[in-house]
């Protein structure tokens, strides 16, 4: 799930700096409303890393510590190079030749209050699907498959429904102390 984030940060930025070297006051509103927006979802995300159990963290920095702390010093540089981003195009200078230019002046209450407020509602959702009924169906599938000496955590979780049913693919942490994995297992409802 990391690496998807990645990436997208990465096309976003792409396209942001695209749009900047152009040089255009309205790429800088529309580029800032987009960082602004994006922010709280990635603070967020950052957060919900925690909800997973704290032994299964723990097992994952123990084990592959470079890895573990890498990912998480790439996300804390991606959200402060985006903050660095939006100072930046808040500036006096910028918001000065907007105004030189007869452009209107926008706050950033709206997209950072939009970004909060799908990001809650995501997080609610993510939290309700992953440890509610169907999560924890997905655990004992895989309890059954590899059996009760290891622990296990739902992490993600597809549903597709269509018209010969609803079908749910799931992702299940594995761990002990000495492996950490992964486990899809599949159902129909």
Not at 22 to 50: D, K, T
Not at 139 to 167: C, F
């Amino acid at each position: 799930m990391a690496a998807s984030v990645a990436s997208s940060i990465n096309l976003f930025g792409v396209v942001a700096g695209l749009l900047l070297m152009r040089g255009s006051l309205r790429a800088a509103v529309v580029v800032r409303w987009m960082v602004c927006s994006i922010l709280p979802g990635m603070l967020l995300f950052g957060l919900m890393l925690f909800a997973q159990p704290l032994d299964l963290t723990l097992t994952q920095m123990r084990l592959a510590p470079v890895s573990y702390f890498g990912n998480m010093l790439l996300m804390a540089a991606q959200m402060a190079l985006l903050y660095w981003l939006q100072k930046q195009l808040g500036l006096a200078p910028v918001l000065a030749a907007r105004e030189a230019d007869g452009r209107k002046a926008y706050q950033m209450r709206v997209p950072t209050a939009l970004g909060v407020v799908t990001s809650l509602a995501g997080l609610v959702f993510f939290y309700l699907l992953l440890f509610g009924e169907r999560g924890q169906h997905a655990e004992q599938l895989a309890r059954q498959q590899l059996g009760p000496q290891l622990r296990y955590h739902t992490n993600g979780l597809h549903i597709n429904s269509n018209d010969s049913g609803t079908y749910v693919h799931a992702s299940v942490m594995v761990w002990s102390q000495t492996q950490v994995g992964s486990v899809a297992v599949n159902w129909k409802e």
